[in-house]
């Protein structure tokens, strides 16, 4: 079976036809596999949707109970026949709940990875590699220039930033699925004990988090109106990205503006956002991981898609893998 024929991009994102779904497709339709619950791969208003209960639960939080007409629970390694295609869900290691997508058909088997990476984190569960014919990466940090480091490095920073100025609130801008969570763990890994404040978006995700067995330690509401200003001097205050540029975040002593973002490595989006103190933590594979995991898998094929497509791609060719760029659009970094 040629691989297009189980399976290919579209407008809509890439289409089984033999199966009759999509995974993680862009505009609504009859039959979705979703990957994991960022906004840009699991939309509402599907009329069926195949994601592991945790991508579902969080679904729901974020879109509402009726965010798609059914839904069906897939268990990590479940064999499921959807029309006649076997799929399963396998760990990402992106966030809570995410997984590659494994299509087969015929002896052809092919891994949508969605969003992944490849470093330690206690708050989803860790990739596991797929053996496979085809892979299709994410490139999302793919040109040879990054290299995260250490995120508990990153936190190290943030510690001495509150030692050096401990009249400062730190506001740490964190996307609320995912980032938010982790950032809050490490930081708790790194021995930090005292309360950690949360913007009222991050409430329900945290709490779900919370609910699945994560421990995040201490958590209080950010409310300043509440509260007095003085009450958050030298407090870690995490809180989604765009609430930073809204009246809320000047409410506190002199905040400290961070971000925990892989693309804290490129100075200039830090200068243009504002931030004073860069955390690089990323939940997508840096160049080399990226390497790496192809050179694990071993598919006789690549496929890259949403990121820094043509690097890889040129990388495969020159290590005798056939590669080729997917140009699916409407994917952004919402997890970065």
Not at 214 to 226: C, F, M, S, W, Y
Request: with cysteine; hydrophobic share 40%.
């Amino acid at each position: 079976m040629r691989p297009e024929a189980l399976l290919h991009p579209t407008p809509a994102g890439l289409f089984c036809p033999i199966g009759r779904f999509y995974v993680d497709p862009v505009r609504p339709v009859e039959r979705a596999l979703i990957t994991h619950g960022h906004s840009d791969h699991a939309r509402s208003g599907h009329g069926h949707v195949l994601a592991t209960r945790q991508t579902l639960d969080i679904m729901r939080i974020r879109y509402g109970e009726d965010f798609c007409n059914s839904e069906q629970a897939a268990e990590f390694g479940e064999k499921i026949d959807v029309n006649g295609v076997r799929v399963s869900f396998h760990p990402a290691g992106h966030v809570l709940g995410s997984a590659q997508i494994a299509i087969e058909r015929d002896g052809l088997r092919i891994v949508v990875s969605g969003d992944y990476k490849r470093g330690v984190d206690p708050t989803c569960a860790p990739f596991v590699p797929v053996a496979c014919d085809i892979f299709i990466t994410e490139a999302t940090f793919g040109l040879p220039v990054f290299h995260h480091p250490d995120p508990k490095e990153e936190v190290g920073k943030l510690f001495t930033s509150i030692e050096q100025f401990p009249e400062r609130s730190h506001l740490v801008g964190a996307y609320a699925l995912g980032k938010a969570q982790r950032v809050i763990r490490l930081i708790r890994d790194c021995g930090y004990d005292k309360p950690i404040f949360i913007h009222g978006a991050l409430a329900k995700l945290c709490d779900y988090y919370v609910s699945q067995g994560i421990d995040l330690g201490e958590i209080r509401p950010a409310t300043v109106e509440k509260s007095n200003p003085e009450a958050f001097k030298g407090a870690v205050i995490v809180g989604p990205p765009s609430a930073f540029q809204e009246r809320w975040a000047r409410r506190f002593n002199e905040p400290m503006i961070c971000f925990a973002s892989g693309w804290m490595m490129v100075r200039q989006r830090a200068k243009q956002g504002g931030v004073e103190l860069p955390l690089v933590i990323s939940d997508h594979c840096d160049w080399p991981e990226l390497l790496d995991t192809i050179n694990e898998i071993k598919p006789a094929e690549v496929w890259v898609t949403h990121g820094r497509e043509e690097a890889l791609v040129r990388w495969c060719e020159l290590q005798g893998i056939p590669a080729r760029p997917l140009h699916l659009v409407g994917y952004e970094d919402e997890g970065d």
